[in-house]
Structure formats: C-alpha cells, structure tokens
C-alpha cells in the first residue's frame, strides 16, 4: 500500500488564487512528521512546511498552510495568493516513528499558475 | 552558510569510466543523505551518513559507493555504470531531528551514454 498519496498529477490555478494540494498517508505509527517540498524545474528540492502527529495546531509558514486532519490521515497543502513562481512540482513527505533519517515521498503534484 | 553545494551540476559518463560526485555542507548536520530521482518520479532514498557513519543503504548496487571523509562532505564514486543510472542525484542534509526538514542541494544531472 501507498504510505503517501497525492491524487492530482496536475493542478492549474490562477495567479493570486488560493489553491490546495491534496495529500493523505498511511501509518500505524503514532509519532511521525510530514513534509512539503517545492521543486522548480532547475530540480533543487525546497522546504516549505512540517507538521508534526503531536501538533494541535495547523503549521503556516507565509504564503503556506497545512490543513491537518489526523482522523483523516490528510495533510493538504494550502497555498495563498498564488504567484506565478510558484509554479512547481509539490511533493508531500512522512517520516515515520523514530527513524529520523528516513523520507517516504508522494508521487508529486505538478502546479502552473497563469496570469 | 545556509546551503548544500554539490559539483559538478552536469556529467555524461561512459559505461567504463570512473567518476564522483561531490557534496558539501557547513550547517553543522549530523546527517547527510544521496537521492536518486528519474525524470517526473519522487527522489528515491539510496544512502544515508550519520554522524560520518553509514546508517542507510537501500540495496543500492555495489556500482554506486557512498563516502563521507568528514562531517562536511558527502562523495557518491561511480563505476561501470549503466545508462538507467541516468537521473538526477541529490543530496541533502539534516540536523536529524524529529521536526527538521531535509535541505537539498541542486543535484548533479548525470547521463551515462
């Protein structure tokens, strides 16, 4: 089974719209963490946010949002005010447990914003 | 220093040579990690180092041999490749705790003809 999925190959939204990218995971473990990571087509791989299973609250980072839903196992991306840098390949990520050095990533959501 | 380098950001490599890549970091991680990604995949976990140690190996082939000389640096050696290897290598590095991201470096775009 997928640990992490990301449903949406591609997304298009318009410059200074709002848009979320979807992501849901699969694990056991009561400890983990989830990742988003941004990257341009140059392939450098960018940060963006961490949530954390213990976190009651939804991380924000800027223009960044993740919209946690524990029950659902769903750790969508919210982008604000889309700009048309932020046209990109999006991945979602989960360390499990205590493995700390170990990324499981999603298959990617292509994002374009046009003017 | 809030970055990971990597050289050369290009290679083209005959099944026969011998070449490497090259990582750095002074960020003071613990951790540093060799990513292989093919074009529109999700990198692919190959290697892991901590603390100058090898923690990960991913059933990688015995072509691909990590070394980490000291806690700034992380080489990938290459040998008798094959043209499937071709893909783009990242690598990255961490604090390796619970809540810390990953930072990538921009990766070396590497064809084996």
């Known amino acids: 089974a997928q640990k992490i999925t990301q449903t949406q190959p591609g997304m298009f939204v318009q410059e200074k719209e709002a848009v979320t990218l979807d992501c849901t995971y699969d694990t056991s473990d009561p400890s983990y963490g989830l990742f988003w990571y941004k990257q341009p087509s140059s392939g450098e791989m960018i940060f963006l946010i961490y949530?954390?299973?213990?976190?009651?609250q939804n991380a924000t980072e800027g223009r960044y949002s993740l919209n946690f839903q524990k029950a659902r196992k769903s750790a969508n991306l919210v982008i604000s005010a889309s700009q048309l840098g932020d046209s990109a390949m999006y991945f979602c990520?989960?360390?499990?447990?205590?493995?700390?050095?170990?990324?499981?990533f999603g298959t990617g959501t292509r994002l374009q914003v046009f003017p | 220093d809030t970055e990971v380098t990597q050289t050369p950001k290009h290679l083209v490599m005959g099944m026969t040579n011998k070449k490497s890549l090259k990582c750095e970091q002074h960020?003071?991680?613990?951790?540093m990690y060799w990513y292989k990604q093919k074009a529109k995949k999700p990198p692919e976990l190959m290697f892991v180092?901590?603390?100058?140690?090898?923690?990960i190996n991913e059933s990688v082939p015995s072509r691909f041999s990590p070394e980490c000389p000291n806690s700034s640096l992380l080489n990938l050696h290459l040998h008798a490749l094959q043209p499937e290897d071709s893909a783009l290598y990242l690598c990255?590095?961490?604090?390796?705790?619970?809540?810390?991201?990953?930072?990538f470096g921009p990766g070396t775009r590497l064809t084996v003809l």
């Open positions: 949530q954390g299973s213990y976190d009651q």
């Open positions: 960020m003071g991680h613990r951790a």
């Open positions: 990520a989960m360390r499990e447990g205590g493995n700390t050095d170990k990324l499981i």
């Open positions: 990255a590095s961490s604090q390796g705790m619970e809540n810390n991201e990953q930072f």
């Open positions: 180092y901590s603390y100058e140690k090898l923690s």
